[in-house]
């Protein structure tokens, strides 16, 4: 299965990772090419969500009392998971993590070439790929409309779903208070379409849902509110969240920061 990823990588254009800033935006460019906006799905029999945890190791970094942001830039390790369910009764069937060295700075924009190395690494070690993708992240929700989960259905030939926590680009309406409602995300500058804002649960902030790849946006919305199990977050990535958050603790715990 490992080799059949690599060479269906190869045939999508696979790029080096260790890039210029400014290379990174090139390819971003250049990949966009090759993104569906439209259904190709496939049965879906398994779900996964993915998110990425971050740590700094080097000595007295558990004693450093910084702010988030400086934490994001001054990480020099990526703890990525995938929790897979089957679907649609989202039962956990596997998950995976790995712990990778970081080679690209923090640049908002260009978190997919910070971020995507480490999750291939854990997606490898799976049994197998599962049929959907849900990051956390954007996806066509972005300047170049190229943002994480689009590059990694790109780059997997996979359908992928963004599914964000806050805005990276975008405005929205107003959005009423009960679950299931959504309305659309638009770039101002154009007036483009650009992702959605879906409640999740009733009187609770919204999630800010993008097409990945592969995937309408539509269809992204309908998927997101059927992984979502009374939650703010949906299911699968709440949890890939979470079990980061076990592994950092548990390497946190070993001394790993202090080498």
Not at 124 to 134: A, C, I, Q, T
Request: with cysteine.
């Amino acid at each position: 299965m490992k080799d059949m990823k690599k060479k269906r990588a190869r045939e999508e254009g696979a790029h080096r990772w260790d890039v210029t800033p400014e290379q990174a935006r090139k390819i971003q460019e250049e990949l966009r090419e090759k993104w569906e906006g439209r259904n190709r799905l496939g049965e879906i029999r398994t779900v996964a969500g993915l998110d990425a945890a971050f740590m700094v190791t080097e000595s007295q970094a558990l004693n450093k009392k910084t702010s988030r942001w400086d934490r994001l830039r001054k990480a020099n390790r990526a703890i990525a998971c995938v929790v897979v369910y089957w679907f649609p009764e989202l039962v956990e069937l596997e998950r995976a993590y790995a712990v990778v060295p970081l080679k690209f700075p923090y640049i908002p924009g260009l978190l997919s070439f910070r971020e995507i190395p480490p999750l291939l690494a854990a997606l490898s070690k799976l049994r197998e790929m599962p049929d959907l993708l849900f990051c956390d992240g954007h996806g066509y929700a972005h300047p170049r409309r190229f943002g994480l989960a689009a590059h990694l259905g790109v780059w997997l030939d996979r359908p992928t779903i963004g599914c964000a926590k806050s805005i990276l680009l975008g405005e929205h309406a107003e959005l009423e208070a009960k679950k299931g409602n959504w309305t659309p995300l638009i770039d101002p500058k154009n007036a483009q379409r650009i992702g959605a804002a879906v409640r999740t649960r009733d009187g609770v902030k919204p999630v800010y849902v993008s097409q990945g790849n592969r995937v309408s946006l539509e269809t992204s919305i309908r998927l997101t509110l059927a992984v979502s199990d009374g939650f703010r977050i949906p299911l699968p990535t709440r949890e890939a969240d979470r079990y980061a958050g076990v592994i950092k603790r548990k390497l946190l715990t070993r001394g790993l920061c202090k080498k």
